[in-house]
DNA sequence: TGTCAATATATTTTCGAAAATCGGCAGAAT
DNA sequence: ATTCTGCCGATTTTCGAAAATATATTGACA
């Protein structure tokens, strides 16, 4: 595994969170799309290192529900759907609304400092890079998920954090899905704005309705792309037969 | 290792899930203490198997929450405290409280009846064995999940339910630890049957606040031994001088 | 005596190969 | 034709040993 150094500098001392690191953002951003299988050996070659670091990934990625297990079976990346997508909008409504309120209720200038710093990042960056395709544009990723988690940051409950955060990363997912599915990505900057300025003036309520139709409006445009892209189609051998 | 069989009569097949279930309740019951540190060697002989499924079934649940990494340091069971089990609490009765309201919306005549049943078999079995010492009854712990399980089990939401139960797992290790503590354990039977019925006649808000005064009640009483039991004195090798 | 560097030991991490398991295929029996 | 049985290749799972890393110990030097 060649050593990528990270944006914050920091370079992953084990291979293991290398990998993990790795394989999360492949998933998330779906250059390992839904469903799809994966092999130790595949993954092996994928990144040049052995079986073990990359079972453990996996393993971590499983608990985190990115990925599914079957006993002697293998891995595979969790598979998309309606149902899937539904239910985790419907949770996620729930726990980033609350998140935002516990963190309007406790946050202080640092905070507000972070959520002004954070918004003013993501506004300067766009879903996609128009060169190769519509691909995802990796810095918009990181950009959004750090608006997201500034806005909560102030909430004061490291696991309510946690929750937020890995729910988060399982929409992305569905996003970034979107995007590959060519659907024109809508433009929310102007709904960032308003969390952020709902937040910074203490609206708690306003905040959270806007964040409940933020995630809602999300969701309709990402279901709309869904029965295309979402399952692979189960291929079975033919036997050469026509 | 030995093929241990379930309750439910199914065997694990492979290695590291075995290991995972029993290292897993070995957390939860305190048999491995909070902050004790988990060398892969010494695990080896506990279990009987190899490095391998150890780490793999350590990594699972260091994304649980249960088990802290520090690369290249190893693996230590994740500390207990005051501070910890507050945010825990906080977090859970807030998540406790909506996938209860939930089932209460949903739930059908099956999950009336599986409460039930939950119920009646969770009345049936004491905190602790009074044989040796005053060890965690591993069938009490099982049936009060259980029962909690049932109780929110139709809030119609796999991510709520899973969030909720794994918050459910780091509580129980408080109580755990707090019989341990010799801390004689309070009977919270009626709360449970109170819980119980308000659920089933419908009554969400009453079932919401009894849980919360549940979840409130067990954490005072927890909190109270947690000084003494909490975290193992760190201890330096002392060059064999007094 | 105290501090620092160098060495030795313990532990984690990683690899490569052996063992176990699954799914498919061929051939026998009904 | 259909079901069953046993074999074969592919894949997962597990082990044991090698490499990498942290921690403890020793000894030199001020």
Redesign the pocket.
């Known amino acids: 595994?060649t050593f990528v150094q990270q944006h914050d500098g920091a370079i992953e001392?084990?291979?293991?969170?290398q990998v993990f690191r790795q394989l999360r953002i492949d998933i998330v951003t779906c250059g390992l799309m839904p469903n799809e299988?994966?092999?130790?050996?595949s993954l092996r070659e994928r990144y040049g290192?052995?079986?073990?670091?990359i079972?453990?990934a996996l393993m971590r990625l499983e608990a985190e529900g990115l990925v599914i297990?079957?006993?002697?079976?293998?891995?595979r990346v969790s598979p998309a759907s309606r149902e899937h997508l539904l239910d985790l909008m419907k949770t996620r409504v729930e726990i980033e609304g609350l998140a935002l309120r516990w963190s309007i209720e406790k946050g202080g200038v640092d905070w507000e400092a972070n959520l002004l710093a954070a918004y003013h990042r993501l506004s300067h960056q766009k879903k996609t890079v128009r060169g190769s395709g519509n691909e995802v544009n990796l810095v918009w990723f990181k950009e959004h998920r750090n608006f997201h988690s500034a806005l909560t940051a102030a909430c004061g409950s490291q696991h309510l954090m946690g929750i937020r955060e890995n729910l988060f990363a399982q929409a992305e997912r569905y996003v970034a899905l979107s995007i590959i599915s060519k659907c024109p990505p809508r433009n929310d900057d102007s709904e960032h704005e308003q969390m952020m300025r709902a937040a910074l003036t203490r609206n708690a309520g306003r905040a959270v309705q806007l964040m409940t139709d933020h995630i809602g409006r999300t969701n309709e445009r990402v279901v709309k792309t869904l029965g295309a892209a979402a399952q692979p189609i189960k291929l079975?051998?033919m036997?050469g037969k026509p």
Request: aromatic letters at 4%; glycine letters at 10%.
């Open positions: 595994m001392p084990t291979v293991n969170a299988r994966l092999r130790v050996e290192v052995g079986g073990s670091p079972r453990e297990l079957e006993q002697n079976k293998g891995f079975r051998r036997n």
